[in-house]
């Protein structure tokens, strides 16, 4: 029987649970297997692949000093001995997306297959639609039901403190804190942007930003 194909999956910062704009100053990272939305990513490969790796890296970082991170996914991707890379998905992430494709060109040149998955109008598609394969995405995280599979976690609202932090509450993971912004999205018709992500971190917070869109007093 062949040995499962070797995949490394690139995220950000946000996407791996590690903060959202106050940890994109954050370098490149690895960690052990698959990481958010990785896990969605390994169930649909099933066992003839495996997420070995997943490389981090904040969204500022990759932008401001990209030879830097690109050089040091480099290593991380020869120290895995990946056989294929697989990056975001970004959606209309502007500098994910340009992440992204970067990250899939780079391994394009060390001989590797590459995919990323954004929006079609997202920088990274636009800017190099020719030097990676994009898989088209919706424009925001509410697309994640199309791209990756859903987890909704029991709650009872009752239980929790309004004031405190909801995905320390909930023990919610990036991609459970993303299907509560869908959810979000899908029952009030609010675009939430990445940018305002924190602006949801505790319910009195997001009470406070949601009415703010919303135009209600």
């Given at each position: 029987m062949a040995a499962p194909?070797?995949?490394?999956?690139?995220?950000?910062?946000?996407?791996?649970?590690?903060?959202?704009?106050?940890?994109?100053?954050?370098?490149?990272?690895?960690?052990?297997?698959?990481?958010?939305?990785?896990?969605?990513?390994?169930?649909?490969?099933?066992?003839?692949?495996?997420?070995?790796?997943?490389?981090?890296?904040?969204?500022?970082?990759?932008?401001?000093?990209?030879?830097e991170a690109?050089?040091?996914?480099?290593?991380?991707?020869?120290?895995?001995?990946a056989q294929v890379l697989v990056a975001g998905p970004a959606f209309g992430s502007g500098r994910y997306g340009l992440a992204c494709a970067l990250v899939c060109r780079k391994a394009k040149e060390l001989g590797l297959p590459a995919l990323t998955a954004m929006h079609e109008q997202n920088p990274g598609a636009l800017t190099y639609r020719t030097e990676?394969?994009?898989?088209?995405?919706?424009?925001?995280?509410?697309?994640?039901?199309?791209a990756l599979a859903r987890i909704?976690?029991?709650?009872?609202?009752?239980?929790?403190?309004?004031?405190?932090?909801?995905?320390?509450?909930?023990?919610?993971?990036?991609?459970?804190?993303?299907?509560?912004?869908?959810?979000?999205?899908?029952?009030l018709e609010v675009d939430i942007p990445e940018v305002d992500y924190p602006r949801l971190a505790t319910l009195d917070s997001a009470a406070a930003y949601l009415a703010a869109k919303s135009g209600q007093p």
């Open positions: 194909i070797r995949v490394v999956h690139y995220i950000n910062q946000f996407f791996a649970g590690m903060g959202g704009e106050e940890a994109a100053g954050m370098g490149v990272s690895v960690s052990e297997g698959a990481v958010g939305p990785g896990r969605a990513l390994q169930q649909a490969l099933g066992s003839s692949a495996s997420v070995v790796k997943t490389i981090v890296c904040g969204d500022n970082f990759f932008n401001e000093r990209t030879a690109l050089a040091a996914i480099e290593q991380h991707l020869n120290a895995a001995k990676a394969i994009i898989v088209p995405t919706g424009e925001t995280a509410a697309g994640m039901a199309e909704a976690p029991e709650i009872d609202p009752a239980q929790l403190d309004p004031g405190a932090n909801l995905r320390d509450q909930l023990d919610l993971d990036s991609m459970d804190f993303l299907n509560f912004v869908v959810a979000l999205h899908e029952r």
